[in-house]
């Protein structure tokens, strides 16, 4: 191979996941080994496309995303993922890295799962590696952990693991189930303490070991109501166990409050059209913003009704999305 020598460039597209049984804590945080097995869906209306150019050109790894230069932790992280990808390449070339997401910044949907995802089989293309889905999901995996449940399609489960073995796999297409994410933005100012953060404040909190203990159940019966496409048996389970990671949050020390008034005033708006028998659940990330889950039929209804409450400041709806993908 002449790699070294010529500029070698791929791009790829990647969906970003919501997840029905949340990771929250890392066994390993260097390797993002999480604590527990989690599931979700790939949301196939929003996509980030990435460009890996290698170029000896260059004077080190540049970064941008939508357009503007990224320096610091974020490049940082970005470094991290490509230099395993040069590691197993043989490959010393700095690399360029455009990034665009086609949902808005700062509205609360977190990009690094389909950032990390496309990063990493753009970069490996580039590179000239031809990876199975398990290395990709692997590789994401140490960019951001929830990266790897958007390398397969439609629905994935993250296993636990070693290095070797935690990676994510599909345990359902996204034509298995036409189900909709109703993002409901409350607000786009940036956390104060994010995700990563967050995965090592994890073991402070007295209820973390509780909710590992009982994450095995909730995942069996998740993913039982999903095979089943039985929303009624889905959406008990992800709320309980977004809200549960919430208990963990507010009770870690320092404690992490990412809820505010109008995230409570949706959750009561949703039990409130539940019981008028609409059938929507809803799910919380590390945010403020609410997820709710539906059938793609009631799912016009729940945004007109999510858009009128005091406090919403956009809605963006999804389906059931696809794996990472060269374009
Ligand atoms: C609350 O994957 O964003 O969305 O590995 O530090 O990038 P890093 O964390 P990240 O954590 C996701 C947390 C969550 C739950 C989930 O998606 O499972």
Redesign the pocket.
Known sequence: MTLQSKTHTATAQAHPNI?FI???GNQDNRL?LPANP?L?MNLGDLRTVTTVTFSADLPGDALTVNEQPVVGPGLERVTTVLDLIRQQAGLELPARIESTNNFPAGAGI?S??SAFAALSLAGAAAAGLDLDEASLSRLARRG????SRSVPGGFCQWLTGSDESSVAVSIAPPEYWDLRDVIVVVSQEHKAIG??GG?HLAPTSSLQAARVAGVENRLKLCREALLARDLAALGPVIEEDAVI?HGVMMTSHPPLYYWNAATMTVIHATLQWRSEGIPVYFTI??GPNVHLICEAADAPTVAARAGQLPGVQQIITSGPGGPVRLL
């Open positions: 997840a949340k990771y929250w993002r989690s979700s977190a690094s799962a951001s952990g929830s990266a995700s990563t995965h990671m990330d590390a």
